[in-house]
């Protein structure tokens, strides 16, 4: 009978389908033995390792006394259950315990039968191996799992307990093996089994510190920026929070035929006039980004104005007769004036000439070559901070003019009244006519009716006799004289520079948004108060000897 029966648990060697323990029955070969008084068998078994498992158990049974007849019959059972009727027996356990093995033996005569009790001991855990099986890391805060697998499979008890060496850098919960970062180091993570045998295997865990991604990226310088075309400016990046894990940023340029920039260290190099847009990115993959935009201008041969010089002489301001009706009561009496030698832009003043100065651009109408317009008098002449007096006239070092001179060295201002009327007749050179260049005012004018309702790039059309562009039409432009609309009759004769205090500037001019040919007259006046801009005024520059 089976007694103490141990937990079924499969144990021992690989035979057929299984992890099995087994006993083997190794009958006598003698074909006839005596019933009387018994049959016998002994079972028996050695085990080289108590943890590999018992090899299969021999069983045999010899004769107790002479052979007298023939055996007919051979019945193997254990635990009462009929296993084989040969002559030998090989059964497999499928767990532990104590288990009756019996014999019964018959012959044409008798039957007799005998039982003994084999044990078979428990399967213990050899081997540990802990998975994944490479390097494991973490970072600071985070989790990762471990798990183990016993040798052999068929191991009594197959759990696990899991210990950390050392819980300051890395903790394990010790039935699941889920490690749990603390600090930055190496800790090492036991495995150990839980069947007593003391079969253990360690892993190694690396701890890196709690990545900290970026979460904002600040472009320096903060202002505007420009660069000549050519030439370099450098960028920096300072990524928050300050104690990011990654603080390196990538560099791109959105617009590489403007301006490119190195990828490492924020080096933008000019290319040609416009505007780049300029990206930093942050390398840890937090997908933050900032941009830049960048002004190329030019380079400074271009920015500089282009200069006619107007020999100085006597000419006749206000409604000459060439004139004819087309004349207001401002710009009368016609009165002699006599100028000092000078320079005036061959040009008006263009968005990317404003741009490369003041880092800005207000124009309404967009291209480079354009007039730059909607520039108040006071954007141009400035109105606070240093300032230095050109012509009576002070210009301070938030408007355009300062930061041209600035920038190169010259002395541009704006021109007189009567040096704008002077230089739109011709100067000394004047053939007399009505409009700056021409008496047929399509040939030297954009206005209201050829114009398309914008301005055009500047020079592309006919200059004046001393080779000046756009005097009549395209923009308005701002002169530095206070307005008077009766100042003729008392101006003096030699180099008038306006009156000494007025409400508005003067504009002269016309443009493209002029009503009739009348107000593109090289006599014509008109004035806006000093902080006026519209998308038809701008202006250009003139220069003392």
């Known amino acids: 009978m089976k007694k103490n029966k141990i937990l079924k648990k499969t144990v021992g060697l690989l035979l057929g389908f299984g992890l099995v323990a087994t006993v083997y029955f190794a009958c006598s070969d003698e074909s006839f033995w005596k019933i009387e008084p018994e049959p016998a068998f002994t079972i028996s078994y050695q085990t080289p390792n108590q943890e590999a498992g018992p090899p299969p158990c021999s069983i045999s049974f010899t004769n107790t006394s002479n052979t007298r007849g023939l055996i007919t019959t051979y019945l193997w059972a254990i635990d009462g259950t009929q296993i084989t009727t040969e002559k030998e027996a090989l059964y497999t356990f499928d767990a532990s315990g104590m288990y009756s093995v019996k014999l019964t033996a018959t012959n044409r005569n008798a039957s007799n039968s005998i ?5 078979i001991p ?23 799992t471990l798990s183990a697998t016993v040798t052999p499979g068929n191991a009594a008890n197959r759990n696990i307990i899991w210990s950390s060496l050392h819980t300051g850098i890395a903790t394990v919960n010790s039935q699941t093996g889920v490690v749990t970062g603390v600090n930055a180091g190496t800790a090492t993570i036991r495995a150990t089994a839980a069947d007593g045998s003391g079969i253990t295997a360690d892993k190694s865990i690396t701890v890196t ?14 202002g505007n920026v420009s660069v000549e075309a050519g030439k370099t400016a450098t960028l920096s990046a300072t990524v928050s929070p300050s104690n990011a894990t990654n603080k390196n940023v990538t560099w791109s340029s959105l617009h590489t035929g403007i301006a490119t920039v190195n990828s490492q260290t924020g080096l933008v190099t000019g290319a040609n006039a416009g505007t780049a847009t300029i990206r930093a990115t942050a390398a840890d993959g937090s997908g933050k980004t900032a941009e830049k935009s960048i ?7 271009a920015i500089e104005p282009e200069m006619i010089f107007v020999q100085g002489g006597t000419f006749q301001m206000g409604c000459t007769s060439e004139q004819g009706s087309d004349c207001n009561v401002s710009e009368t009496p016609v009165h002699s004036v006599t100028l000092g030698s000078f320079y005036i832009g061959k040009h008006v003043i263009t968005r990317v000439q404003w741009q490369a100065i003041t880092g800005n651009n207000p124009s309404w109408f967009k291209g480079d070559n354009l007039p730059v317009e909607q520039v108040s008098w006071n954007d141009i002449v400035g109105t606070s901070g240093n300032y230095t007096t050109l012509n009576g006239i002070r210009y301070y070092e938030n408007g355009f003019i300062y930061k041209l001179n600035a920038a190169t060295g010259k002395k541009y201002r704006l021109p007189t009244e009567a040096e704008w009327e002077y230089a739109a007749r011709g100067g000394s050179q004047s053939r007399g006519y009505k409009y700056s260049g021409s008496n047929t005012i399509g040939n030297v004018a954009w206005y209201k009716d050829n114009s398309g309702n914008t301005t055009h790039a500047v020079g592309t059309k006919q200059a004046n006799e001393l080779g000046i562009y756009d005097m009549s039409g395209n923009v308005w432009e701002w002169c530095q004289d206070w ?18 205090s007025g409400s508005s500037r003067v504009i002269r001019g016309g443009s493209w948004y002029s009503y009739g040919a009348r107000t593109c007259c090289v006599s014509n006046r008109n004035a806006r108060s000093p902080g006026y801009s519209f998308y038809d005024i701008g202006f250009r520059v003139a220069l003392s000897p």
């Open 483 to 500: 307005y008077d609309s009766s100042y003729y009759s008392n101006s003096p004769p030699n180099n008038p520079a306006g009156p000494s």
């Open 115 to 119: 039982e003994h009790t084999v044990t």
């Open 209 to 222: 510190p709690a990545i900290v991604l970026v979460t904002g990226i600040t472009i320096t310088p903060s």
């Open 295 to 301: 002004t190329v201008t030019k380079p400074q041969s």
């Open 122 to 144: 428990e399967m213990k855990v050899s081997e540990i191996t802990i998975t994944p099986s490479g390097s494991v890391s973490i970072e600071v805060g985070k989790t990762t």
